[in-house]
DNA sequence: CATGAATGAGGCTTCATTCAT
DNA sequence: CATGAATGAAGCCTCATTCAT
């Protein structure tokens, strides 16, 4: 009888993008953007078609939902132990990376993907470009921390190794890809580096 | 009006056909595979729609068609010196290969998007794998004749750093990418390895 | 929470209709009556969606709300001091009408915007039929006074003059269109109109 | 055997064009712009609806060519025998408009249908400012010929005058509006006037 | 071999209307 | 009385593909 108030309101809204929001990523990750089309995201978020034009005005807002919510993600990333010795600092994030990697390979794909597919929507490369400098420059300390010589080169081919790796994984769809052993030499080369100013009786 | 001998034909056709694969590579790498159409794609070409159909029956056999060219071209990126040492084939490689990224980047955008625009066309997957184990092959021998410990990790690594730097050009539309700089790490890591059984006391 | 009486209720309605009617109006003027979405009207009467639904069943409800609306206000129009002589009554209605031409510009192509535009709605045309019978009859009447030979078609070349004014000054959106003088003329005209019969020798 | 020359290939067009532009003038002109769909004008034109899109990049482009037919109809309005005096093309001018008004309606309801439901295309607004101009300064100077003291304005209102007996025509479905004597009276009207500066003995 | 007119399925989007609260 | 989330039909437009010439 009496009407829903303002929140109640402001609920069933947030509930709704949700599902939409998660359907299309679903769908933009396993199949695509251009094959993703409003329909099967309307279908597979379980709602009409119109609805989600209440809720995005058009499919790219659609998808700056979505990258922002992958950004959202992404923030976890760095999010370690500040307190823990470079070392085990790099070893965290090496962790979490593969992890992510081995679970949540529709994360990445649609990291990868969407900045590819969608290049020409101009806010993804700018995201894009934002979030892997993030990365390079948290890298970039960490590596400086662990002595390295010249920290920002080291980031540089450090993220690039990621990438690729992420990307591999991919395009070869996981399969026979030593996930495990790559992990196991790069935490091997970034926590046991010998520090070059070091002298003889110290390592790091 | 003399008829045409079948040579003739054929050259016809194969000159066609290379119109079409041209223009097609050039709008997939800069368009993206799903906003190139036929249309456009005949235009670029300047042959007209249904000619494009008499050489190949569908948009997905032209997309196989500029896969193979790319192929064809990723060929050249492993014919080094056989002669030379192997730091001097490590270098020719990477010369080789940095200098593919900076003035031939349509083609590695193409590499890339390709395989994640219509990673659902199993064929691209395929070739991808092909040519991606191809290089790590190639890779692998010449870290191994250059005395590394486990030359098919490194060959891993050395792969995803590669693709990395790629997509990392690609994506950040390559302003402010350090490439000189990173080729001479890259150079400098793989041509100056030192053994590690040329020693007697050192460290992994 | 004291219970409102009917009258409180029926108060309440009347304002909120008007209130709708009011916005209807002023985008159906403006932006055209398919242009108008019920969205938009419930946007700019202050209310929701599913109340205009309350007070009208659909949008040709509305419409025809508005319709009335205008007719109400086409009444004013003929209501001249009916004391006053011909000559009077004909300068008063020029001075009312070109009044309103200049200063109610939004009624005025409302009347026509709405005759032309829903004109497949058949209670529009009935309405203007009506309201048009009524003007012509009020002229006619006005110019038997004044003496006219044949007031009936007179009146309906001063109707057909009067509604090219109104729709020229909103085709050509005002602009030079020299409103001030074409009064005057029209005022000159039928003001001053010398009776046929008034002189033994005239012509027809 | 052989492909079609590009004469054949521009008659084809034409042909096409011809048939849909035709189309969306009766629609146009009956149903109106806004509910007239492509649909139903590809429908009405015997032909599909993507074919629309190849000679017509918008409904919009659509309407521009239908206003740019009304304009060609319109050009032979104003070609009368310029030899004859004054009065006898006054005359020519009101029996061709009167017929006009009879025998094409459509064509009447269609320019000022247009005018006024799709007035918010710029193209419309000009086309329309442009061609009743060039109706004023012909009856200006027709006007001026015949002796009127002040062409200018009686150009103005004979404009008008013929505008709202189109208007009316239409708004009233021509059912019972004595076209006939209207006519008559015009004629009567200009091409017996009495020239002001005439002496008191010289009848037109 | 070559052309481009023609088709129709399907894409994105709008909007009048319904309904649970 | 009042809200706005939800629906689905229909609108405009694109594009791979076919086909007569």
């Given at each position: 009888?009496?009407?829903?108030?303002?929140?109640?309101?402001?609920?069933?809204?947030?509930?709704?993008?949700?599902?939409?929001?998660?359907?299309?990523?679903?769908?933009?990750?396993?199949?695509?953007?251009?094959?993703?089309?409003?329909?099967?995201?309307?279908?597979q978020a379980g709602i009409s078609k119109g609805l989600m034009y209440n809720y995005f005005s058009s499919k790219e807002e659609l998808l700056q939902a979505v990258v922002g919510k992958i950004v959202d993600v992404l923030q976890d990333f760095f999010n370690v132990d500040e307190k823990a010795d470079p070392e085990e600092k790099m070893?965290?994030?090496?962790?979490?990376?593969?992890?992510?990697?081995?679970?949540?390979?529709?994360?990445?794909?649609?990291?990868?993907?969407?900045?590819?597919?969608?290049?020409?929507?101009?806010?993804?490369?700018?995201?894009?470009?934002?979030?892997?400098?993030?990365?390079?420059?948290?890298?970039?300390?960490?590596?400086?921390?662990?002595?390295?010589?010249?920290?920002?080169?080291?980031?540089?081919?450090?993220?690039?190794?990621?990438?690729?790796?992420?990307?591999?994984?991919?395009?070869?769809?996981?399969?026979?890809?030593?996930?495990?052993?790559?992990?196991?030499?790069?935490?091997?080369?970034?926590?046991?580096?010998?520090?070059?100013?070091?002298?003889?009786?110290?390592?790091?």
């Amino acid at each position: 009888m009496s009407p829903r108030n303002p929140k109640e309101f402001e609920e069933i809204r947030e509930k709704s993008k949700e599902k939409i929001i998660h359907a299309a990523f679903e769908l933009f990750s396993t199949t695509g953007y251009w094959r993703s089309s409003i329909s099967k995201i309307a279908k597979q978020a379980g709602i009409s078609k119109g609805l989600m034009y209440n809720y995005f005005s058009s499919k790219e807002e659609l998808l700056q939902a979505v990258v922002g919510k992958i950004v959202d993600v992404l923030q976890d990333f760095f999010n370690v132990d500040e307190k823990a010795d470079p070392e085990e600092k790099m070893r965290q994030f090496f962790q979490k990376l593969f992890s992510y990697i081995e679970n949540n390979s529709a994360l990445m794909r649609m990291m990868i993907k969407i900045g590819l597919q969608v290049g020409h929507f101009e806010f993804v490369n700018k995201t894009s470009a934002i979030q892997y400098n993030l990365m390079i420059q948290k890298l970039e300390s960490n590596l400086a921390d662990l002595g390295f010589d010249d920290p920002k080169s080291e980031a540089l081919l450090l993220g690039a190794t990621i990438d690729g790796i992420v990307l591999q994984t991919l395009l070869l769809k996981e399969k026979d890809y030593p996930l495990a052993e790559i992990k196991e030499q790069l935490i091997q080369k970034y926590t046991h580096h010998q520090k070059p100013n070091s002298t003889q009786n110290q390592q790091s």
